[in-house]
């Protein structure tokens, strides 16, 4: 391992199971070698492997099953990974996504802010529902720099089965984390109601996340409006 001298030698093992795991020597849900044979192919303690591995499974790039290792995490995303479920059933059903529309807008200055662009830079807006047995339980719009998702294509993302953030790694070579999720109670607005079927002003679970990639520039922004009137929402921390 090439060793750089102002990096700590956990963060250099980060990088160095990451460019595996990009250059596909691990694929999805593959197990990675013990963290011993880690530590002898990169020269670093069993330590040190250690907690460059909890960093990891820390930004869903990693999971682990207990007693059994450490696998790769996959590609779904936050909303495709979380379960509906009513209070009573501990399994719940994960949704499923019908692609609404993607479409070119351009940012104001709040989202420019957000997402380190210049005021007026061209977005894509992707807007998705979420089903479970049928009936709609949410509705989630992503906002994505053009500039670093050059010719998104409605068709591509529908092979992908709404999966953006599969998208986002294989087309463009972009690496999403999770990010942090903020959650707040919410009155459905005109746009909101209409699309989830609901009454102007009934009550929502609202979730808004910043996801970057791995250099840590922001490149999603998403906001969703779940119906929890029936069935609770519980994310997810792997695929």
Same mark, same amino acid.
């Given at each position: 391992?090439?060793?750089?001298? +102002? ?8 990088? &160095? ?7 596909g ?9 013990s963290?011993? &044979? %880690?530590?002898? =192919? ?10 460059a591995?909890d960093?990891?499974?820390? /930004?869903?790039?990693?999971y ?14 936050? %909303? ?9 059933d501990?399994?719940?059903?994960? $949704?499923?996504?019908?692609l ?7 940012a104001?200055?709040?989202?420019? &802010?957000?997402l380190?662009?210049?005021r007026?830079?061209?977005l ?18 992503? %906002?994505? $720099?053009?500039?670093?998702?050059? /010719?998104?294509?409605?068709? =591509?993302? =529908? ?11 294989r087309d463009?070579?972009? =690496? ?8 707040r +109670? ?5 746009a *909101? +109601?209409?699309?989830?079927?609901? *009454?102007?002003?009934? $009550? ?6 910043l996801?970057?990639d ?14 929890? /009137?029936?069935? +609770?929402? &519980? ?5």
């Amino acid at each position: 391992m090439k060793k750089l001298a +102002a990096q700590p030698l956990y963060k250099q093992v980060i990088r &160095e199971v990451m460019a595996a795991v990009e250059a596909g020597e691990w694929q999805e849900d593959e197990s990675l070698p013990s963290e011993v &044979e %880690l530590g002898q =192919r990169f020269g670093v303690s069993q330590g040190t492997v250690r907690k460059a591995l909890d960093a990891l499974v820390a /930004e869903s790039v990693l999971y682990r099953r207990q007693g059994v290792g450490t696998f790769v995490a996959g590609m779904s995303d936050f %909303l495709m990974r979380g379960r509906f479920a009513l209070l009573t059933d501990p399994k719940g059903e994960v $949704p499923k996504i019908e692609l609404l529309g993607c479409v070119k807008i351009h940012a104001g200055e709040q989202l420019a &802010e957000i997402l380190g662009l210049r005021r007026g830079a061209a977005l894509w807006q992707v807007r998705r529902l979420l089903r479970v047995a049928g009936q709609i339980v949410g509705l989630e719009e992503l %906002l994505l $720099p053009e500039a670093n998702f050059p /010719e998104l294509e409605m068709r =591509r993302i =529908r092979e992908l089965k709404g999966n953006l953030r599969e998208l986002c790694w294989r087309d463009f070579g972009v =690496r999403l984390q999770d990010g942090e999720t903020r959650y707040r +109670a919410v009155c459905a607005g005109s746009a *909101e +109601a209409r699309l989830l079927q609901v *009454e102007l002003n009934e $009550p929502l679970l609202q979730l808004v996340r910043l996801a970057k990639d791995f250099s840590g520039k922001p490149q999603v922004w998403s906001v969703a409006w779940l119906k929890t /009137e029936e069935l +609770a929402f &519980e994310p997810s921390v792997s695929a």
